[in-house]
């Protein structure tokens, strides 16, 4: 094979840049409008106690992250962890999946930040489209989530490296307005707001359920490891510490608004941070700021998503797992144009079906999640047996215990999206959004095997590893 049909991505990103995009990604809208709720559901100490649980979880799975990232630094993470450990088909599924979860959560974003925006000062009511799920969609309303659609494309266009800037910028003003929260918690706050520690065990399970979404996130790290220019043993160091930062956010999250606000203010509070800030400073323009905040925390993560999406179906697409336009790259900046546009076009489109598809994007996305987390860690250990020998710069000690538990974690979490689960997706509207993915899926690789009948196991393997990390004996 010609290794120059094989596209490539341009090394730029810092150890900054890596950290920035992965935190950055996993804070968003809801450590502004969540906490309160997880405090009424698993009392102060069970909220606590649940995002610990969760936290140490994710950290099993991100092990596995770790480990296969810096031995398998390619565009497109999960898709060649599974190739590796698994085979062509567990792999294409573990694309589409992340792909769906990305997508997903992106398109969730355009809708959080018109909500956002709707908050800080009420958007007019102007050009009225149609009644989605009993709430009346605007042109005027959803035009912010779409124009913030085009610029963040734009931008990711314009280079990877522009991206992270803007990451590092808004991850900055997001975690300044943190600090300013917890700082009034710890300054007026009062510990007799706390209310009951604990509430019950279905309380604290149902906040437990909510930390995948809040965790992800840390998984865009191997998207673009083909993008950064740090050793790679950095690599898992920052993947880790980007989710022991992100729990500690949230629980820090939870502390202050316990203390800020008392117990009967939380259950009615329209936006819960911003409120507590302002009762905590007595200032409501603190509130404001909170908001803004919060805003930042969605610019981030849907920043970081677009990037995640656009390298997962570049990666599927110069593999050969869909039709090879996905992979194009902009001869100029070197990203993955066509993949960008793809999922800016979604992100852009999402707004119209008004506020009430946060909940469905948030939940159908959750679900393609955990299956990739499940696909990576049972792939972690298939590699750990195939191939003893490959190179690994971070290497997982005891990778017995923590694949088996990275592989319990991802099961527990997808069991509750099944019908033993106690969260069963049973909503119309969710099942929609998997039925048409996958549907999608499947036309597009139908197509593909049809297109690339011809493509052999060796020329598949060159293009989805490239020479480094191809095996010897697939290419021989």
Not at 197 to 206: Q, W
Not at 450 to 475: H, P
Request: hydrophobic share 55%.
């Amino acid at each position: 094979m010609n290794t120059q049909e094989r596209q490539k991505l341009k090394r730029v990103l810092s150890r900054s840049d890596v950290l920035a995009l992965s935190f950055g990604t996993m804070i968003g809208w809801g450590w502004v409008m969540l906490p309160g709720q997880w405090i009424h559901d698993a009392g102060f100490a069970g909220a606590i106690i649940s995002f610990l649980i969760g936290g140490v979880m994710c950290i099993f799975v991100g092990l596995t992250y770790a480990e296969l990232t810096t031995a398998l630094p390619i565009a497109g993470g999960e898709l060649a962890f599974a190739y590796r450990g698994l085979g062509y088909f567990w792999a294409w599924v573990a694309g589409w999946a992340i792909s769906f979860a990305y997508v997903g959560v992106a398109s969730w974003e355009g809708i959080a930040i018109s909500t956002a925006i709707d908050y800080l000062f009420q958007l007019p009511k102007i050009g009225y489209i149609w009644t989605l799920a009993n709430y009346d969609v605007y042109l005027s309303w959803a035009a912010v989530g779409m124009l913030g659609a085009i610029i963040l494309t734009i931008l990711n266009i314009f280079g990877v490296k522009p991206a992270a800037v803007f990451q590092i910028m808004g991850t900055l003003g997001l975690i300044a307005s943190g600090i300013i929260f917890i700082s009034g918690g710890a300054a007026f706050g009062e510990s007799s707001y706390i209310g009951p520690l604990f509430t019950s065990a279905a309380g604290m399970g149902v906040v437990l359920l909510m930390t995948p979404s809040m965790f992800v996130g840390f998984d865009v790290i191997p998207q673009f490891t083909e993008e950064m220019n740090i050793p790679l043993k950095d690599i898992a160091q920052v993947l880790i510490l980007s989710i022991v930062l992100a729990c500690s956010w949230y629980i820090l999250m939870i502390v202050g608004i316990a203390v800020s606000l008392p117990a009967e203010m939380r259950g009615i509070a329209s936006v819960p941070i911003a409120d507590a800030a302002s009762f905590a400073f007595k200032a409501p323009i603190i509130g404001k700021l909170m908001i803004i905040g919060g805003i930042l925390g969605i610019m981030t993560s849907w920043n970081g998503f677009i990037v995640g999406a656009s390298r997962i179906l570049f990666a599927m697409g110069r593999a050969e797992m869909l039709p090879r336009i996905f992979a194009y790259v902009h001869p100029k900046y070197r990203t993955p144009v066509v993949a960008l546009v793809i999922v800016g076009s979604i992100s852009c489109l999402s707004p119209l079906l008004g506020k009430n598809a946060l909940v469905w994007f948030i939940n159908s996305a959750a679900l393609g999640t955990v299956l990739s987390y499940l696909l990576v860690a049972i792939s972690f250990i298939s590699i750990r047996i195939k191939e003893p020998d490959l190179a690994r710069p971070f290497k997982v000690r005891r990778w017995k215990t923590i694949g088996t538990a990275a592989i319990t974690s991802s099961l527990f979490f997808l069991l509750l999206y099944t019908p033993l689960g106690s969260n069963t997706l049973v909503w119309t509207h969710e099942w929609l959004l998997v039925l048409v993915w996958t549907v999608l899926g499947v036309f597009l690789a139908l197509r593909s095997n049809i297109s690339y009948a011809k493509t052999t196991r060796a020329k598949r393997e060159m293009l989805i590893f490239g020479e480094e990390y191809s095996r010897e004996e697939m290419i021989n």
